[in-house]
């Protein structure tokens, strides 16, 4: 059975850097789409980065020049490195791996995520 879980999130200053990780157990990992998904209080999960398995990345416009996706495919891992955070980023972060468009994904417990201006 395939298993996510994140890590890295806290607190940070507004102007300031995390980097959240994802480890996956279970799965080829090297076959699967990666994606990351803030979730603020009261939205929805919104897409904001993604990861193919030959190592394509998309970012959604709010995020661009800012987050920077990556995988260690070695370590079953991921990354996301987040750059001059603000206010507007804070959120639970979840990980999500998906072998196939219309597969089933699976999804880690998220890592929270705080901006303090």
């Known amino acids: 059975q395939g298993q996510l879980v994140e890590s890295g999130g806290g607190l940070v200053q507004a102007g300031g850097s995390l980097r959240l990780s994802c480890a996956a157990s279970g799965i080829t990992f090297s076959l699967f789409t990666i994606a990351w998904y803030p979730q603020a209080p009261g939205k929805q999960r919104e897409l904001v980065a993604t990861i193919s398995s030959g190592g394509t990345t998309n970012y959604a416009d709010s995020v661009k020049g800012r987050f920077t996706i990556s995988r260690d495919n070695a370590k079953n891992a991921m990354y996301l490195q987040m750059n001059s955070l603000g206010p507007e980023d804070a959120a639970i972060y979840y990980c999500?791996?998906?072998?196939?468009?219309?597969?089933?994904?699976?999804w880690g417990k998220g890592t929270l995520v705080r901006v303090s201006s």
């Open positions: 999500s791996a998906r072998v196939a468009p219309a597969a089933i994904p699976y």
